[in-house]
């Protein structure tokens, strides 16, 4: 029976052929088993690929082993929070709706072959996004995991046009919990885990590509089947439906609050807020400005939250989200 191999497969094994890399090979092959036509011609094939993929994943665990942690993006801004999810489900494309980043977009799978990160604007702050090559049981490159364990927060990203998005939905979390991580509400405030040793970390789940779903039915399907603790958020990287709102959601990821700093007798840097924890009082932002302030505060005096401006507030009053605080030592 002949193959019958499709362009699409010819340009996949072009790619394959000028990948220098074992990892560029990899991504080349799992590429070309997924797109390869599936019918028993290509049978034997098919089989090659598949135990030539795994003998390239040895070979590229191997030197991931040996980089270390050198594909862990260092956390810049208000936050770290990880895109995730199975191939092609749409995470670079949010990334480059939110922010400044340029990442590869195609309509195939495993495009994405590095973290990239990109900052999002909430407000007058900056929350960093790492797009994550992406997980599925195919493969997964183990140092996705490093970032999305070291991450503040996760974005689940499910496609919600793809066949089955709830079984996608599913495996995600299996992957990740095969791997210690427990994907918790956004409100959540105990991370108290079931097993010693996981760990749990904010999330949402984001339905993308809802230009998909003109008359709604994909997501009324889904919000039926799908069994899951965290908040549904829906959006389209394409017409930027609910990409407006995205940066509020991260920030309340977050639990941080913004606090200005005023010095003595001049005006507050209203630019650049500090960002504490919600719940933080006087004396944890003193030790955010200064190690000095946090040893010798004499004084404090707010504006925003208080009672009236320029209130003399204790060393414990405890903080909110816009407020401006006058430290004196
Ligand atoms: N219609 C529509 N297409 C989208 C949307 N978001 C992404 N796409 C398309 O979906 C395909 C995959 O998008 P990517 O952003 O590259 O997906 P990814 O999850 O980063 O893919 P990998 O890096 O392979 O894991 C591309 O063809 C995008 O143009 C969307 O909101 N609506
Ligand atoms: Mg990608």
Redesign the pocket.
């Known amino acids: 029976m002949p193959a019958n191999l499709t362009p699409d497969y010819i340009n996949a094994e072009k790619e394959y052929k000028a990948a220098k890399t074992p990892e560029e090979k990899l991504v080349c092959l799992q590429r070309m088993l997924s797109v390869i036509p599936k019918h028993k011609g290509t049978d034997k094939l098919q089989a090659d690929l598949k135990k030539r993929i795994s003998q390239l994943k040895v070979t590229c665990e191997q030197r991931t082993r040996k980089k270390g942690p050198s594909y862990r993006i260092r956390p810049e801004g208000a936050g770290q929070i990880a895109l995730v ?1 199975p ?7 949010i990334l480059k709706a939110l922010t400044h980043a340029e990442p590869e ?3 195939y ?4 072959r590095e973290p990239i990160p990109g900052m999002a604007h909430y407000k007058d702050i900056q929350i960093q996004l790492v ?1 994550l ?2 997980i599925s049981k195919e493969h997964c490159e183990t140092f996705v995991f490093d970032n999305i364990k070291g991450a503040d927060g996760l974005l689940l ?1 499910i496609d919600l046009s793809a066949a089955d998005p709830v079984e996608d939905y599913e495996q995600v979390v299996e992957i990740l919990e095969s791997r210690r991580i427990v994907p918790v509400p956004p409100e959540t405030l105990d991370f108290a885990v079931e097993r010693p040793g996981d760990v749990a970390i904010r999330s949402i789940l984001l339905l ?2 809802c ?2 779903d003109v008359d709604g039915e994909l997501l009324t399907l889904i919000q039926e089947m799908i069994d899951t603790p965290l908040p549904l958020v829906v959006i ?3 017409t930027k439906t609910g990409i407006e709102e995205l940066p509020a959601k991260l920030f309340e990821m977050l639990h941080i609050i913004r606090v200005y700093s005023k010095q003595p007798g001049k005006s507050p840097d209203m630019e650049a807020p500090f960002t504490i924890p919600i719940g933080a009082n006087v004396m944890d932002f003193a030790g955010v400005v200064h190690k000095d302030f946090a040893e010798h505060l004499k004084s404090a005096r707010l504006w925003g939250s208080s009672k009236f401006d320029g209130q003399i507030v204790q060393r414990d009053h405890i903080l909110q989200d816009g407020d401006i605080l006058e430290l004196s030592i």
Do not use: H, M, Q, R
Not at 87 to 93: F, I, Y
């Open positions: 999810g191939p092609n489900s749409g995470k670079s494309s977009i195609a309509d799978p495993f495009t994405t797009d090559p992406p990203v993308t590509k230009d998909l389209s990287a394409e």
